[in-house]
């Protein structure tokens, strides 16, 4: 996933130096530090189980963020689509995440089951992706047609 | 020559999707087969829904010449997207198998070498 947006962003910005991989490099150590110091501060006694929540949390952040990013620097068009799905997926992975550690996941409101929403959910935000994936694929296809036409 | 249609393709995927949903959420609500069966389906349906996003993300690749920039983007993106698979495919086969899966389990080295690299 690093790869791929940060040779996205290389592409926007045109940029023909190592920047954007330098970049992407120190958002992931500035997050391994960050963690680091927040499990430190807290006096983790489950510091394994605590890494992952926090480190799927802040990359699902980083990700979405910066997937993000990239819808607005397509101003929206089609190939934004791809990466508006892929900000949609981390967002419902936060969400899972979220609800999980806060035991919200187990509970019953107005007969509707919280788990039943949130995995649901959860399968809708990976066909969200394939259905992103696909009108990339349509258009890159009907564009092949049309030139060979 | 014959066209190619857009909005058949289109049509049909809606159709998949909104049918593997509808059968996902079914299942988890009345729980209609035997326990191994509902939960094969339900940990089947995470895995094919991201196995779908997966394969369509690996034919848009071949649409760009080797020398391209977006194919390494998409490329970096359909692996990314079968690292994930897998990653649901080993969680749904230890949560069937065990009930339970563990904080740190096989599937975890997939979904950070996914987000990672």
Same mark, same amino acid.
């Given at each position: 996933?690093?790869?791929?947006? &940060?040779?996205?962003?290389?592409?926007?910005?045109? &940029?023909?130096?190592?920047?954007?991989?330098?970049?992407?490099?120190?958002?992931?150590?500035?997050?391994?530090?960050?963690?680091?110091?927040?499990?430190?501060?807290?006096?983790?006694?489950?510091?394994?189980?605590?890494?992952?929540?926090?480190?799927?949390?802040?990359?699902?952040?980083?990700?979405?963020?910066?997937? $993000?990013?990239?819808?607005?620097?397509?101003?929206?068009?089609?190939?934004?689509?791809? +990466?508006?799905?892929?900000?949609?997926?981390?967002?419902?992975?936060?969400?899972?995440?979220?609800?999980?550690?806060?035991?919200?996941?187990?509970?019953?409101?107005?007969?509707?089951?919280?788990?039943?929403?949130?995995?649901?959910?959860?399968?809708?935000?990976?066909?969200?992706?394939?259905?992103?994936? $696909?009108?990339?694929?349509?258009?890159?296809?009907?564009?092949?047609?049309?030139?060979?036409? | 020559?014959?066209?190619?249609?857009?909005?058949?393709?289109?049509?049909f995927a809606f159709i998949v999707f909104f049918l593997?949903?509808?059968?996902?959420? +079914?299942?988890?609500?009345?729980?209609?087969?035997?326990?191994?069966?509902?939960?094969?389906?339900?940990?089947?349906g995470t895995t094919l829904s991201a196995l779908t996003?997966?394969?369509?993300?690996?034919?848009?690749?071949?649409?760009?010449?080797?020398?391209?920039?977006?194919?390494?983007?998409?490329?970096?993106?359909?692996?990314?997207?079968?690292?994930?698979?897998?990653?649901?495919?080993? +969680?749904?086969?230890?949560?069937?198998?065990?009930?339970?899966?563990?904080?740190?389990?096989?599937?975890?080295?997939? +979904?950070?070498?996914?987000?990672?690299?």
């Amino acid at each position: 996933m690093t790869v791929s947006i &940060s040779r996205q962003f290389k592409l926007v910005f045109f &940029s023909q130096t190592n920047k954007v991989a330098w970049a992407a490099l120190g958002v992931w150590l500035g997050g391994l530090a960050a963690i680091a110091v927040i499990l430190v501060a807290i006096h983790s006694e489950t510091p394994l189980a605590d890494f992952f929540s926090y480190f799927y949390l802040l990359a699902d952040t980083v990700v979405g963020l910066l997937a $993000l990013y990239l819808v607005y620097a397509f101003r929206g068009r089609a190939l934004a689509i791809p +990466w508006l799905t892929i900000s949609s997926f981390v967002l419902s992975d936060f969400i899972y995440i979220q609800m999980t550690e806060t035991g919200v996941y187990d509970y019953v409101m107005h007969g509707i089951s919280i788990a039943l929403l949130a995995d649901t959910l959860y399968v809708v935000a990976y066909l969200v992706v394939a259905w992103g994936c $696909l009108e990339q694929y349509l258009l890159l296809r009907s564009s092949a047609d049309h030139s060979q036409a | 020559m014959k066209s190619f249609n857009v909005k058949r393709y289109r049509l049909f995927a809606f159709i998949v999707f909104f049918l593997i949903t509808v059968f996902f959420a +079914w299942t988890f609500a009345l729980a209609p087969f035997s326990e191994t069966a509902n939960l094969l389906i339900l940990n089947g349906g995470t895995t094919l829904s991201a196995l779908t996003a997966a394969f369509i993300l690996t034919l848009i690749p071949f649409y760009y010449h080797q020398d391209e920039p977006p194919r390494v983007i998409w490329t970096a993106f359909a692996v990314c997207m079968w690292l994930w698979t897998i990653a649901e495919a080993i +969680w749904g086969y230890l949560y069937t198998r065990d009930g339970e899966v563990p904080v740190f389990s096989s599937a975890d080295i997939f +979904w950070l070498v996914d987000i990672s690299r």
